[in-house]
């Protein structure tokens, strides 16, 4: 869950501009180690690390849910409140640390020794495709969440709850996505499931710009979430595979730009929504699974203790 804490105590654009940037960078620092030292505990597991990602989308879905009630009791000034699970988490981390530090530091040198005598080559090729493919996702991730809840209200002229009702299934059934991916990727192939996932996308999105009614639109888009999230967290262990003597670059970079570089087209589709209708800012979207799937035939496994 990303807050910004200090976003409602200044009173200047700025302040609140900077406030959200320096969040942003605490967020940024953290998912690459973390994500190293769940590739640690888990190893080539698809599902281990799937168990991680889901720990951030559950952290995303609950965000709401936890920031409404503290804006609604102390307006945007009880922004500060925000901060108290991650300054919790942060002391519990450091206590933890404290307590197995020696431990910790003989086995991460070990580690670290075995990694260096054993990797393979960084392959550069197979990850700047797979950069384009988590590119691609983010681009349709932000897509379908900018405009989904607008698209249904306008199209079925149902109420703001129901509507958001829609995106809630999309996240909760993304999260089960995770795991499923992770699970099919370790049993099948990880490029299976990545594969399956984009396919999943296609017929999902022209369902819910097809639907006839509220049922089938909710069904469209748990479809569509289950395909969005298959290869979330399989395409991360794919690319600290490709570069084995970089995990937390191959981690940053894959997790990074999974939720941040579709942000940056969120205001296109807004704009297509008002020049064109929502149907059309959403049926953009269609090209983007399609152009994923295409990619995904650029990749290789290379584990196939895993295929």
């Not at 829609?166 to 490029?191: E, K």
Request: hydrophobic share 55%; proline share 5%; with cysteine.
């Amino acid at each position: 869950m990303q807050t910004c804490p200090l976003a409602g105590v200044g009173e200047s654009y700025w302040w609140t501009w900077s406030a959200i940037a320096i969040s942003g960078l605490g967020v940024a620092a953290y998912h690459p180690a973390a994500a190293k030292a769940a590739r640690a505990a888990a190893g080539p597991s698809a599902q281990g690390m799937s168990w991680f990602a889901l720990g951030g989308n559950v952290g995303i879905a609950l965000g709401p849910v936890i920031v409404t009630p503290v804006l609604l009791a102390f307006g945007i000034a009880g922004t500060p409140i925000l901060a108290l699970p991650a300054v919790a988490m942060a002391l519990f981390l450091y206590c933890i640390r404290s307590r197995r530090a020696p431990t910790l530091s003989r086995s991460t040198t070990a580690a670290s020794n075995h990694e260096d005598t054993t990797s393979a080559p960084d392959q550069w090729r197979l990850f700047g495709w797979l950069t384009v493919l988590v590119v691609i996702r983010s681009v349709m991730y932000f897509g379908v969440t900018t405009v989904l809840v607008l698209y249904v209200i306008s199209r079925f002229a149902v109420t703001q709850s129901a509507g958001s009702l829609t995106l809630t299934v999309f996240l909760a059934v993304g999260a089960l996505g995770t795991l499923v991916g992770g699970w099919s990727a370790d049993r099948l192939s990880r490029l299976f499931a990545i594969r399956l996932g984009y396919a999943l996308c296609l017929p999902s999105l022209i369902m819910l710009l097809a639907a006839p009614s509220m049922v089938v639109a909710v069904t469209a888009v748990a479809l569509l979430g289950l395909g969005l999230y298959l290869p979330f967290s399989v395409q991360t262990t794919l690319g600290q595979d490709y570069l084995p003597n970089r995990i937390g670059t191959a981690s940053g970079v894959t997790l990074g730009l999974a939720v941040s570089a579709g942000g940056a087209c969120a205001p296109l589709f807004g704009w297509l929504g008002d020049q064109y209708g929502l149907t059309w800012s959403l049926g953009v979207l269609l090209i983007f699974p399609l152009l994923a799937f295409l990619v995904s035939f650029r990749l290789k496994d290379t584990n196939p203790r895993l295929s």
